[in-house]
């Protein structure tokens, strides 16, 4: 069976750099927008892969300087 690593909304905001605070995560929950999350008690988990596949749902995807044409 595999075991999942989950993270706490605080380990979450170190993950970004604290570029998304602990209450923009809150914010997101009472949304239900952002990274899913498991809620067990008064205890709120991030799971490692669904940040993960958060990430690469939000990946920007910039084209290569050789493709780009000048006007």
Known sequence: MSESKFLTPEEVSERYRGSVSVG???N???MKV???????G???L?????LEAWDER???QCGNATQ???G
């Not at 952002?34 to 067990?40: A, L, T």
């Not at 991030?46 to 669904?50: A, G, L, M």
């Open 24 to 26: 923009t995560l809150r």
């Open 28 to 30: 997101w929950r009472a």
């Open 34 to 40: 952002g990274p899913s999350f498991v809620k067990i």
């Open 42 to 44: 008064k205890a709120v």
């Open 46 to 50: 991030y799971p490692i892969d669904e």
């Open 58 to 60: 939000n990946k920007v």
């Open 68 to 70: 780009r044409t000048s």
